[in-house]
């Protein structure tokens, strides 16, 4: 048989062939099942390094990814257009400085240092005698030797025990001094100041606060007066003493 004849007849065959397109399309679903129940071989060491460096890359962005999720997450960042930035962190070179703490009152039971004389100025202090369980009255005694053109007295009675004031009173005339009682620092504080174009005279005075308290006698030790007064002549002066008790 010639050559042209057999490329005719296989010609003539193909276009005659109809294939089965069902069954080819049955056998391509059973080669991928097939192809998913088998695991694929893991590549050899050494094989295809870019693998790794990806590798590798996409885990550093999948821990930089969740570290911003929880630094976002965390609360206490700044809003800003609608997203949390996390707050500032402090520069090494300037720490925050501390905070100042407010001077500490005087306590009840603190007494300065005292002085009970000062040029021509001396006083002394105690508890009245006529003081009883519930009540009592701090006397302050000023003796000056020559005229004062300025005098500031003021008495502290530690606030212990419900120490309330009932009063005060001063022997000088009452029109000559502006007087004030109050709470301050944990003491009940009785103060007299020479009103401005008055004078104290020489001679001994006396000043004195009222005040109840708890059932009992009352310690006083905490307690304390001071005066600060100028003369006429001189320099200033200025005293304070404590308290004794039915002196």
């Not at 192809?35 to 050494?46: C, H, I, K, N």
């Not at 570290?67 to 930035?85: L, Q």
């Not at 419900?162 to 005339?173: A, D, Q």
């Not at 003369?231 to 039915?246: H, N």
């Amino acid at each position: 048989m010639r050559d042209h004849e057999v490329r005719e007849r296989l010609r003539k065959a193909a276009e005659a062939h109809r294939p089965d397109r069902e069954r080819m399309l049955a056998r391509v679903e059973r080669g991928m099942a097939d192809g998913r129940r088998t695991a694929a071989p893991r590549a050899p060491r050494g094989a295809l390094p870019w693998l790794r460096v990806t590798g590798a890359a996409a885990a550093v962005c999948s821990v930089l990814a969740a570290g911003a999720f929880v630094a976002t997450s965390a609360g206490g960042g700044e809003t800003r257009g609608g997203r949390t930035a996390a707050p500032p962190v402090p520069s090494a070179s300037a720490p925050s400085a501390a905070p100042t703490a407010p001077a500490a009152p005087t306590a009840p039971g603190h007494v300065p240092e005292l002085r009970a004389e000062d040029g021509p100025l001396r006083v002394d202090g105690v508890i009245d005698p006529h003081s009883n369980p519930y009540w009592a009255q701090s006397n302050v005694t000023l003796r000056t030797t020559q005229p004062l053109s300025s005098l500031t007295v003021e008495l502290r009675v530690a606030l212990t025990g419900g120490v309330r004031t009932t009063g005060s009173w001063r022997s000088l005339p009452v029109e000559n001094f502006a007087a004030s009682t109050r709470e301050e620092d944990g003491f009940l504080v009785y103060r007299w100041t020479l009103k401005p174009g008055r004078t104290v005279p020489a001679g001994t005075h006396m000043f004195a606060g009222q005040y109840n308290h708890a059932e009992g006698e009352r310690d006083a030790s905490g307690d304390y007066f001071t005066a600060v007064a100028a003369r006429t002549t001189g320099r200033g002066v200025s005293v304070s003493d404590g308290f004794a008790v039915g002196g």
